[in-house]
């Protein structure tokens, strides 16, 4: 079975903290992605990657980067927590034309 | 730009109503469709893959079908487990860039 794990269920943060969201597969798949859910949203991408230290732009990557120093790894990162970024963030990954595959959820509360 | 839209936004069914779940979408290239199914603070599962039109898949009571531009999950004498919200996706990009719709909020009533 795939499996893709997210650190976090829940975070709670202060404005203006780093934060950090990590996501591991074990299946090793070359692509992974990161996206934001929010009510009436649905899904909208942040970041992705497509191999080792390669990264792409999403649809929403302002206040956000990325990380991916080894292929089963994927890092994501608020630079400086903002409210509006209280979001549920999904981490999915997959091999290329395949299907995506995501973690259980990180539920963020930045205050 | 590509546009995956689902309706309705909410159902609501009794034990063994049978219904179907729309996603219609707007693509330069449709590469694959997928369907999901979202419990609530969970991340998406996935249900299904379709690659072509007239392709159809199967699973438990669930159904999926595909035309060239929507896509219908049908759910035959649904169960209260099976209450969900049903997301429906396509791929047309490189590197898999994959729009979501806003998804379908299933509700069983026993």
């Known amino acids: 079975d795939v499996k893709v794990t997210q650190s976090s269920r829940y975070l709670v943060k202060r404005t203006g903290e780093k934060v950090f969201l990590e996501c591991v597969q074990d299946?090793?798949?070359?692509?992974m992605f990161w996206y934001r859910q929010d009510p009436g949203l649905g899904l909208r991408l942040i970041y992705f990657?497509?191999?080792?230290?390669?990264?792409e732009k999403g649809d929403i990557p302002e206040g956000y980067s990325v990380s991916r120093e080894k292929k089963e790894r994927f890092s994501l990162i608020l630079e400086s927590a903002s409210t509006n970024q209280t979001s549920m963030y999904l981490c999915?990954?997959?091999?290329?034309?395949?299907?995506?595959?995501f973690g259980p959820g990180t539920r963020l509360l930045v205050l | 730009e590509d546009q995956v839209t689902q309706s309705p936004e909410a159902l609501r069914l009794q034990e063994g109503e049978s219904s179907s779940l729309n996603c219609s979408y707007t693509?330069?290239?449709?590469?694959?469709l997928f369907w999901y199914r979202q419990d609530p603070g969970k991340g998406p599962e996935f249900l299904f893959t379709?690659?072509?039109a007239g392709e159809e898949k199967e699973k438990e009571r669930l159904k999926a079908t595909l035309t060239k531009k929507e896509s219908f999950l049908h759910i035959t004498a649904p169960k209260p487990e099976d209450s969900a919200t049903y997301l429906c996706?396509?791929?047309?990009?490189?590197?898999?860039?994959?729009?979501f719709g806003t998804g379908t909020k299933l509700q069983v009533i026993p």
């Open positions: 999915a990954s997959s091999d290329p034309q395949e299907t995506q595959y």
């Open positions: 990657s497509y191999d080792v230290k390669m990264k």
């Open positions: 299946m090793d798949h070359e692509n």
């Open positions: 996706a396509v791929d047309s990009g490189g590197y898999q860039k994959v729009t």
């Open positions: 693509v330069s290239g449709l590469r694959g």
């Open positions: 379709l690659y072509s």
